[in-house]
């Protein structure tokens, strides 16, 4: 089962940006979409954005639209969240994960382990 690694989450202030890293132990991760989901404290884990093997097509959820930027290196096993404009609602475990098909990350369905996310704390 693929292993990935999430990093680059920190303390910012709104209106601050970050960038995630999601490091992929998978071979043909170049074969897979990927997702960016998050988990705020006492609430379910919800999907972010999604990106499909190529990167030709991408899914936002609506609070993040114009604000967070999903993209991938095949090349490097990475993936990526650019994240703009942030405001306190983002707060939040930021994890990574993947399924042969986009369709089912926007449902929820991944194929990978879950790592240990990235915390992001958006202060006011």
């Known amino acids: 089962q693929v292993q990935l690694v999430e990093s680059g989450g920190g303390l910012v202030q709104a209106g601050g940006s970050l960038r995630l890293s999601c490091a992929a132990s998978?071979?043909?991760?170049?074969?897979?979409?990927m997702g960016w989901f998050r988990q705020a404290q006492g609430k379910e884990r919800e999907l972010v954005a999604a990106?499909?093997?190529?990167?030709?097509?991408?899914y936002y959820t609506e609070s993040v639209k114009g604000r967070f930027t999903i993209s991938r290196d095949n090349a490097k096993k990475m993936g990526y969240l650019q994240m703009n404009n942030l405001k306190r609602e983002d707060t939040a475990v930021y994890f990574c994960?993947?399924?042969?098909?986009?369709?089912?990350?926007?449902?929820?369905?991944?194929?990978?382990?879950w790592g240990q996310g990235t915390q992001v704390n958006v202060s006011s």
């Open positions: 994960n993947t399924h042969s098909l986009v369709g089912r990350i926007t449902e929820g369905i991944v194929s990978g382990s």
């Open positions: 998978q071979r043909t991760f170049s074969s897979y979409a």
């Open positions: 990106i499909n093997y190529s990167g030709g097509s991408t």
